[in-house]
């Protein structure tokens, strides 16, 4: 069965530091690959999807990136954070073919 | 562009009561629509999915029929428990089976 990791589950980070985070999905081949945010009591932001080792589609300008160095290994990314990178942090994947995304455990991220 | 609208919350109910949250989406071609469930702290559960125009997603109790005529999704269950108390989320994905689209979810809690 396919499962998928997420980790770290918290992370606190001083403004200004870098960020990496890391999600990968085991039993499947070539899914596609999402990275959330949902600010705390709000819905799912989507911030960028992969749907090929190397493809990567941003959705919203911000300073965060990802990359998908491998196919089932998915890498949220930044610089410089700032504060308002705060939030939960979700990964998700999916089989192409309108099926359903499952989602990792999320991690929670604050910014000092 | 697509999208989901689904009711505010807090939805506050008593045990046993009736539950409907109203979900209602705008999309191209046929989408797929699905919910979500969320509990504190965790990543997102798919609780059912339907396909196709007419289909009633179930399970755990829970239900909603994909209605075509008045593009919505509503999800109900006829007597709701402590243990339902959640984030509901509604989706649907878009025609090319890339991208979801998620309501802003809807917080329920179940009183004893």
């Known amino acids: 069965s396919q499962t998928i990791h997420q980790w770290p589950a918290t992370l606190v980070q001083p403004v200004g530091s870098p960020l990496s985070l890391e999600c990968t999905v085991e039993g499947t081949s070539n899914p596609n690959l999402y990275w959330y945010r949902q600010a705390a009591g709000r819905g799912l932001q989507l911030l960028f999807y992969s749907v090929g080792i190397g493809q990567i589609s941003s959705e919203v300008p911000q300073n965060l990136s990802a990359s998908r160095p491998q196919d089932r290994q998915f890498i949220l990314s930044s610089k410089k954070l700032l504060l308002s990178d705060s939030g939960f942090y979700l990964c998700?994947?999916?089989?192409?073919?309108?099926?359903?995304?499952?989602f990792g455990d999320g991690t929670r991220l604050s910014i000092l | 562009g697509d999208s989901v609208t689904q009711m505010e919350g807090p939805v506050t109910l008593s045990e046993e009561a009736f539950l409907t949250i109203n979900c209602t989406y705008t999309a191209t071609g046929y989408p797929s629509l699905f919910w979500y469930v969320q509990y504190p702290g965790e990543g997102l559960q798919l609780l059912l999915k339907?396909?196709?125009?007419?289909d009633k997603g179930s399970n755990k109790g829970f239900e909603a029929t994909y209605r075509k005529e008045t593009t919505s999704f509503h999800l109900e269950k006829g007597s709701v428990q402590v243990s339902d108390s959640a984030v509901y989320f509604c989706a649907l994905s878009d025609y090319n089976f890339n991208k979801f689209y998620f309501g802003s979810g809807t917080k329920l809690n179940v009183k004893p």
């Open positions: 339907a396909t196709k125009a007419d």
């Open positions: 998700a994947w999916m089989e192409a073919g309108g099926q359903p995304q499952h």
